[in-house]
Structures are given as structure tokens and as C-alpha cells.
């Protein structure tokens, strides 16, 4: 019998690939998906089923966070404040949503406990992100230590990070390599048809095609 690990999949490519990379070891994917009131929200979560349904995730949760709202402000829910189109910069952007991936690994934790998991897979990216806090090396091993130190003895869960160290041209050869349909991802922070192209999101996922020497399989506006 296989071991099972929660996979938290956004629709994006970064915890597609990570997903794919477990799935590709022999684990049972069990596949999470979080709708916080975000603007792509109807669009990630249409990649999140199709994703989920090219690693055979028989078991998935598609999980409204309907409260997000009412305790977090960002760019990516709130549409009085605009989205960053202008290039990345230093500093943590307003796209940044409040402890967003602690909320997120919070609830798989209790998943993974419910299932015997032994992992929670996430696609965290340290090197080439946007500044956000929580994607970093040392808050997942904070976290780590503080979700064992917050379960029962006998549950013992590791949150694996295995993009953290890549940027955006590796993850696009592994993803292709492995055989990611990253026609079906989704990275835009904008737009759900076509993605904007000039976003913070779609500028790190189009270096990466263009570093990589590929063609990536969505459509843009600007393209």
C-alpha cells in the first residue's frame, strides 16, 4: 500500500510540478485545494480538478475559505487596490496575502493527520519568488517543528519543499521533463482567460519559459 501525502495544488505550476514529483516517487496523492475570495479564484480551481485528475487524486478537497476577506487585505482579493503590472521590486508586494500558506498548512496538517499522511508536499519557491514571508526556507521549518509539537505523539509529518530552491526556468525543464500538463496551469494574478502577461506572476512564469527556451502552452494578451 502506498503512503499518502497532502498536496496543496493552487492551479499554478509550482505545486503542480511538486505534486507530479511525488506522485512520480510512489505516493498516493491526496489533493487540497484552498478558494479564499481570490480574483482567478473560478480559474484556479478549474486547473486545481484538472490537475488533480491527471495524477489520479481520487481523494481531493476543494476548500472554501470564505473568511479570508473579513481578516486579510492583498491585490490578489481586493479590487480597489491594483495589481502590480510594472515589474517586480524589493520588498513584499501587495499581492502578499496574510499568512496565507500558515492558514493553508494549518489545515493540511489536520488532513494529513486525518489520513495518516506522512508529508505535506509545497510549492513554495525561495530564490525566484515575489518577497512573500511565508515561502521561505526557515518559516517551513518553523512550521514543521511547531505542526509536530501541535499533534498527537504518534503523527509524524514532514512538509517537503522540493521547488524551494529552484527558480523558474529549472521548474519549467523538470516540469516538462516529468510530464506536467502545464496547459491546464494557471499563474495569473489578473485575468482567467487569458493571462495578463505583465503581472508580477505571469513575468516569473514567462522568464522561465523564455530562459528555458520553451513556448509556454497558454495564451497571453500582450503575446
Sequence with gaps: ??????????????SALSAMMAKDKGYEIIA????????????????FHKIADFLDSTIRYDIDLD?????????????????????LTSGVPVTYVSFRNGIFISIATALAEK???VAIIVGVVEEDSS?????????IEA???AINL???????????TPLIHMNKSQIVREALFLGVPLE???SCYKNSDKACGVCDSCRLRLKGFEEAGEKDPIEYEIL
Excluded at 1 to 14: A, N, Q, R, T
Excluded at 67 to 86: H, N, Q, R
Excluded at 151 to 160: E, H, N, P
Design 143 to 145: 512550521m514543521q517543528k
Design 1 to 14: 500500500m502506498s503512503k499518502k501525502v497532502i498536496c496543496i495544488i493552487s492551479g499554478g505550476m509550482d
Design 184 to 186: 491546464y496551469t494557471w
Design 115 to 117: 489520513h495518516n499522511a
Design 67 to 87: 473568511f479570508f476577506k473579513s481578516i486579510a487585505t492583498s491585490a490578489l482579493m481586493d479590487t480597489d487596490i491594483p495589481v502590480p503590472t510594472g515589474g
Design 32 to 47: 487540497v485545494h484552498f478558494n479564499y475570495g481570490q480574483l482567478t479564484e473560478k480559474k484556479e480551481k478549474e486547473s
Design 131 to 139: 518577497g512573500y514571508p511565508d515561502c521561505t526556507q526557515d518559516y
Design 150 to 160: 501541535g499533534t498527537k505523539d504518534s503523527t509524524l509529518i514532514s512538509i517537503k
